[in-house]
C-alpha cells in the first residue's frame, strides 16, 4: 500500500528567481528553485496573531522555463506537488532538509507593494496581474437590453458563404 504525500500551498514568493536559483542539470532539464513565505492567522487569547512559514520549491522542466519571467518577489503563487527530504553528511554531522517538489505552479495575486504581478509596465491589466483583452476595433458593442430587436445582426447578413449549404 502506498502511502500519501501531497501538499498544497497558497504562498508569495521571497525573492526575484537569479542565475543562482535557475538553471540547466546534467541531462539537459531545467530547474528554479524559489522560496514562499505563507502567512498564516491564529488566535492567541482574544487578539489574532500572524505567523510566517517559509517553504522552499523545486519547478522542473518546461514548466520553470515557462514561468521564469514571471516568478519575481511578492508574487503570489499556488504549489501543489509533494514533500522530499535530502538527507547528507559534512565532517562526520548528518544533515537533512524538507522541501516542496512542484508538480504544478499557478500564478495568482499580482505583488502587495502597488507592483504589476511581472507583467512589464502594461496599464492594461487586473489587480491580479491578468493581461486584459483589448479589441482591434474601437468600435462600440450594441447593447442588449434584454428584448427581441430584429434590426440586430447575428453573424453577418447571410451572404458571406460562397454557396447555400444544403440542410
Not at 513565505?37 to 515557462?66: H, L, M, P
Not at 507583467?119 to 458593442?141: E, H, I, R
Request: with cysteine; charged share 20%.
Amino acid at each position: 500500500m502506498t502511502d500519501i504525500n501531497h501538499v498544497m500551498l497558497i504562498g508569495r514568493l521571497t525573492r526575484d528567481l537569479d542565475d543562482r536559483s535557475f538553471g540547466y542539470v546534467g541531462n539537459g532539464q531545467c530547474r528554479a528553485n524559489v522560496s514562499i513565505a505563507v502567512n498564516r492567522s491564529r488566535k492567541n487569547g482574544d487578539a489574532w496573531v500572524d505567523e510566517v512559514s517559509y517553504f522552499d520549491v523545486t519547478i522542473w522542466g518546461k514548466q520553470a522555463e515557462n514561468l521564469k519571467p514571471y516568478l519575481t518577489k511578492g508574487k503570489q503563487i499556488a504549489v501543489e506537488g509533494f514533500l522530499k527530504q535530502d538527507r547528507w553528511e559534512k565532517d562526520g554531522q548528518k544533515f537533512s532538509k524538507v522541501t516542496i517538489t512542484a508538480n504544478n505552479v499557478q500564478l495568482l495575486g499580482g505583488r502587495d507593494n502597488g507592483g504589476n504581478g511581472g507583467f512589464g509596465n502594461n496599464t492594461n491589466s487586473f489587480a491580479g496581474g491578468a493581461p486584459v483583452f483589448q479589441p482591434a476595433t474601437t468600435t462600440a458593442a450594441p447593447s442588449y437590453s434584454g428584448g427581441y430587436d430584429s434590426n440586430m445582426s447575428f453573424g453577418g447578413t447571410g451572404s458571406d458563404f460562397p454557396e447555400d449549404i444544403p440542410f
